[in-house]
């Protein structure tokens, strides 16, 4: 049986060309992506998105247009299943109810203490500031179209 895991994610770019990441920890495991995550029965991938960013940052948004999905090869990092990524550009609707950090992994800051949120400058943010293959893509694409 082929199992594919579906994953969302939200790339919301403020007015200052500042882009909003997340810095995350399971375990020991450290990483840094776009906010997002997976899809749960029976629920569309935008209503996963706003669902997300909801639980993940107090945060409602508008799903603005799609951008980008996965057209090539990604093993999950945490199964053995295909990796199956969507981004869509999004707006928030309510302000920030979270501190947002200056510093990776910055937990001490936030509520939730293995997750924080950061606005970086999309311009000097690079690939290798994200963890994932497919962030990392995304975000060269990004700059093709908008730095």
Known sequence: MN???VRVYGLLINQEQKILITD???GDFKFTKFPGGGLEK????TDALKREFIEECNLEIE?????YTTDFFVQSLFSDEQLIAVYYL????NNFDINLTSTAFDFDEQNSC???FRL???KTLSTGDLTFPVDKHVL???KEHFV
């Open 24 to 26: 995350e920890q399971l």
């Open 90 to 93: 999004v707006k928030h609707k």
């Open 3 to 5: 199992k594919f895991n």
């Open 140 to 142: 060269k694409l990004m």
């Open 120 to 122: 970086v400058d999309l």
């Open 42 to 45: 029976g629920e569309g991938l």
């Open 63 to 67: 799903v603005l247009a799609h951008f």
């Open 114 to 116: 293995k997750q924080c």
